[in-house]
C-alpha cells in the first residue's frame, strides 16, 4: 500500500490526516461512496449533455467491476477512486470528489508502481485532466472524433515508465 504524506495530499486546502491518504484496494462496501463522486461530476459537466445514470446504478456497475479489476480508493471516507483493467493496460475511471487534492496523483502512483504502461481515454473538452495526465507523464496518442459511447469527442493517452 501507498501512504502519501499528509501536507502532500490536501482536501480544500485543509491538510488530510495520514488515515485520509492511504490508498487501498476497493471493496464492494466503497461501490456507493465511488458512484456518488462520478455522479457529483456529471452533474456540474455542461459538455456532457447525454441522459446521466442514477448513482444507483453506477453503484451497480462499479460493484461489479470491483472484483473484477485492480480498484483503488482513497480517503476515509472515499475521496476518491481508480479502476484499472491490467489485461488492457487501461485506467477506466479516475475521478476524484475535490480535484487538485493530491488524490488522483496518489491513486495514478499507486498503479505506476506496478506496470510499465498504461493507456486511459479522457473526453476532449476535460482540458483540466488533460494538463493532470501530462504532468504525470501521459502523451495523446489518438483521437476519436465520435468519442467512446456519448458522442462527445476522446482521446487516447499513454503513459510508459
Known amino acids: 500500500m501507498l501512504l502519501i504524506a499528509s501536507a502532500k495530499v490536501l482536501e480544500r486546502g485543509i491538510p ?3 488515515d485520509r491518504a492511504l490508498v487501498r484496494r476497493a471493496t464492494v462496501k466503497d461501490a456507493m461512496a465511488c458512484a456518488n ?3 457529483d461530476w456529471l ?3 455542461e459538455w456532457i449533455t447525454t441522459d446521466q445514470p442514477s448513482a444507483s ?16 480508493v482513497i480517503g476515509a471516507p472515499v475521496a476518491g477512486y481508480l479502476s484499472f483493467n491490467p489485461d488492457e493496460h487501461l485506467i477506466g475511471g479516475l475521478y476524484t470528489a475535490h480535484p487538485g487534492s493530491g488524490a488522483g496523483k496518489a491513486l495514478v502512483d499507486r498503479v505506476k508502481e506496478d506496470h510499465d504502461y ?3 481515454w479522457t ?19 489518438e483521437r476519436k472524433a465520435e468519442g ?11 503513459w510508459r515508465r
Open 16 to 18: 488530510m490526516s495520514e
Open 37 to 39: 463522486i462520478i455522479h
Open 43 to 45: 452533474s456540474g459537466i
Open 57 to 72: 446504478t453506477l453503484r451497480d456497475v462499479i460493484a461489479q467491476a470491483i472484483p473484477d479489476r485492480e480498484f483503488w
Open 118 to 120: 498504461i493507456q486511459l
Open 123 to 141: 473526453h476532449e473538452p476535460n482540458t483540466a485532466a488533460h494538463r493532470f495526465y501530462h504532468r504525470e507523464g501521459f502523451e495523446i496518442v
Open 148 to 158: 467512446r459511447g456519448d458522442g462527445v469527442p476522446e482521446l487516447r493517452m499513454e
